[in-house]
């Protein structure tokens, strides 16, 4: 096979294993399976041939029309170059683990067929987009993506959190879409093709017109579908979906997406230095803000979602200073310890019965419970707070000596304020990292209390693929850095001397400075009485989940989700309200940017939803009313004249014929 023909499999067979699940789910069960796990794999087998034959030398483009527009044509085109051979690799190797995962995770849902659909199309959407050489074909792609994580997300669509949540997720992925599909339309005017070739041909010719609104306007879009600020709120509700979606969504897919679009486009923004130092400025607010946020979420699920937008963070402040080699190395490592994290917390939540890090606080010998997850995830955290030797150091810190190299002013493809913005802000979010990936740590791993409830073992399936993650959370960086620039512009992604120090030296004293907030707030949390006993239908939940060790993981999450209310955080030992102080309430609630929005957007247009409604019901409806009222008065003084008696109409006929006599006799005499 030629390796174009390769490169449309890979997206090709998840997109038959989804349609094939959904017609198969209720005739065939025993099918659903495999053509969940399959097509995933053989897709991750065929990413691997592709890249293995492109090699990183020259990119892979071939194109044929696909419809003639009279204007700029939209053609099904491939481009894929070593970031599209590497990121395909990372999307098809998590997309078959979460499918793995779930055959145990969700063993006993009903809704298991059109659940590992929805994954394998999800899956298929952001291949396409990652292969895509068409500007259109990659927004199809994009708003599939959109159309699955609203559905994924509502999965446990009983509860209300699972349904606001996909609402939610949709309406601001959408709100960025709006603008991004105006950006889209402008490039391609500019350029007149949405080949992407062409598109960079144009910027490097010069002739791109309006670089700095095409750039905003695309911005939008990404800071929506890569939960940047401010468009990021929807990114931690989504923690209502099964934590296998969340893996999904975090590690390789969707928020990712945006990423990867900025980086295959990024001589369009390098042509607006405006547009640069704005995605500096997003980046820093998105880096820090999410960090502080973190530090104080109690839902095991939220605290990882905010590491996910600080993380992206990074990756578009790696791009902001002009280095996507960095910014791309950074999301392939991230998305092999941010689905370990999601899958091992997974794990912890089946084994706690319970999504609050408070109440895992309280539970003693939870680690005995879950070994795999916890030196799974022991690893996943060490590689997100990059300690050395862990990937995430690597990858980090190439993003990190980028914004250093920019700063400092050794390179003009970047402003040098984009380069000091982008520094400042990494190596704050590096202290603020690593102090509540402890804190998480602490808290789950080192309760104190009662004993950790007994939910049974596992299946093999969950616990396999933990493993098989922390494989390239812990090696992948120290391994890659050295080969990756080859497949990406050639930039040295060598972790610099300077940043190094800085970067581990400031986690290091965050991850100390949580253990030592730990260690007090436990001391005086030892002096509390317990928290009272859980109530019936927790202990019922406890008891059922117990009576079946090999039953649905998903069970134990979609109760916990629904029975999940405001946590006994004022007497738990939470490190993280002694690091933040006064600042702790407001990051527990995302700086209360959901309050924000709802009173400047929100609250005025269903302000005037209502006076469109009230103006439609009460004045454009009395005016049709009143046409209608006006014939049916005529009608019915018309109507009382018909009553059908002859005797009537003949003396009414009479009547009229005398009165018309008279009346000619008048006018004849002249009186």
Not at 248 to 257: F, K
Not at 285 to 304: E, F, H, Y
Request: aromatic residues 8%.
């Amino acid at each position: 096979m030629t390796t174009t023909t390769l490169a449309v499999l890979v997206p090709l067979l998840p997109f038959l294993g989804a349609v094939a699940g959904l017609l198969l789910g209720r005739t065939a069960p025993g099918f659903v399976r495999p053509l969940a796990v399959l097509p995933p794999l053989a897709s991750l087998v065929l990413a691997a041939l592709v890249a293995v034959r492109q090699g990183g030398e020259q990119a892979v483009d071939t194109h044929a029309e696909l419809t003639p527009t009279g204007s700029v044509p939209i053609e099904l085109a491939l481009h894929i170059d070593g970031f599209a051979a590497l990121v395909a690799i990372l999307v098809a190797f998590v997309a078959a683990c979460v499918q793995i995962y779930s055959t145990g995770y969700l063993r006993d849902d009903p809704r298991y067929p059109s659940y590992a659909a929805l994954v394998s199309l999800f899956s298929s959407a952001m291949l396409l987009v990652v292969y895509s050489g068409d500007l259109i074909v990659l927004l199809v792609g994009w708003e599939v993506m959109g159309i699955c994580s609203y559905f994924l997300v509502g999965h446990y669509w009983e509860t209300p959190e699972a349904r606001a949540a996909s609402l939610k997720a949709f309406l601001v992925t959408k709100l960025g879409d709006v603008p991004f599909l105006i950006g889209l339309f402008a490039l391609a005017t500019d350029a007149g093709s949405f080949r992407i070739t062409r598109v960079l041909g144009t910027v490097a010719s010069g002739n791109l017109h309006h670089p700095t609104l095409i750039a905003l306007l695309l911005l939008a879009g990404v800071a929506g579908k890569s939960a940047q600020f401010p468009l990021h709120t929807w990114l931690p509700d989504a923690m209502a979906g099964p934590t296998p979606v969340s893996a999904l969504i975090h590690a390789a897919t969707m928020v990712a997406a945006g990423v990867y679009f900025i980086a295959r486009l990024l001589p369009v923004f390098e042509a607006s230095q405006a547009a640069m130092i704005v995605l500096a400025v997003m980046a820093a607010v998105t880096m820090a803000g999410s960090a502080l946020a973190a530090l104080a979420q109690d839902d095991i699920k939220r605290v990882l979602a905010y590491s996910t937008i600080g993380q992206l963070g990074y990756m578009t402040g790696a791009l902001a200073v002009g280095d996507r080699g960095a910014a791309v190395f950074h999301l392939l490592s991230h998305g092999a310890f941010k689905a370990l994290l999601f899958l091992a917390a997974g794990v912890i939540i089946h084994a706690a019965g319970t999504n609050s890090l408070a109440a895992m606080s309280r539970m003693r010998g939870l680690r005995d419970r879950v070994p795999d997850a916890y030196w799974t995830m022991t690893v996943a955290l060490l590689a997100l707070a990059a300690i050395p030797p862990f990937s995430g150091f690597f990858s980090k810190e190439s993003v990190l000596g980028a914004a250093e190299h920019v700063a400092t002013g050794n390179t003009d493809h970047a402003p040098g304020a984009a380069g000091w913005i982008v520094l400042v802000a990494g190596l704050l979010t590096a202290l603020l990292t690593a102090a509540y990936a402890a804190r998480l740590w602490l808290l789950a791993f080192r309760g104190r209390g009662a004993e950790a409830p007994d939910h049974g073992r596992q299946p093999l399936t969950m616990t396999l693929v933990l493993w098989v993650l922390a494989g390239p959370s812990l090696a992948f960086g120290g391994l890659a850095y050295r080969s990756l620039p080859g497949w990406f512009d050639g930039r040295d992604l060598t972790p610099t001397l300077l940043t190094s120090i800085l970067g581990t030296g400031l986690a290091v004293v965050g991850g100390l400075l949580t253990y030592g907030a730990w260690q007090r707030t436990s001391a005086l949390a030892a002096r509390v009485p317990a928290a009272p006993a859980p109530s019936f239908a927790w202990e019922h939940l406890q008891g059922e989940a117990a009576a079946h060790p090999e039953g649905d993981a998903s069970l134990v999450e979609a109760h916990a989700l629904a029975d999940h209310g405001p946590a006994d955080l004022a007497h738990a030992p939470d490190p993280g309200r002694l690091i933040l102080g006064p600042l702790y309430r407001p990051a527990a609630a995302g700086f209360h940017l959901d309050a924000v929005y709802t009173a400047l957007f929100v609250r005025p247009v269903q302000a005037g939803a209502s006076l469109v409604r009230f103006l439609d019901s009460e004045v454009v409806d009395t005016y049709v009313r009143g046409a209608a009222a006006l014939p049916r008065l005529l009608g019915a003084a018309v109507r009382r004249a018909q009553t059908g008696n002859v005797q009537t109409y003949v003396s009414a006929l009479l009547a009229g014929t005398v009165v018309l006599a008279v009346a000619v006799v008048l006018v004849a005499t002249g009186a």
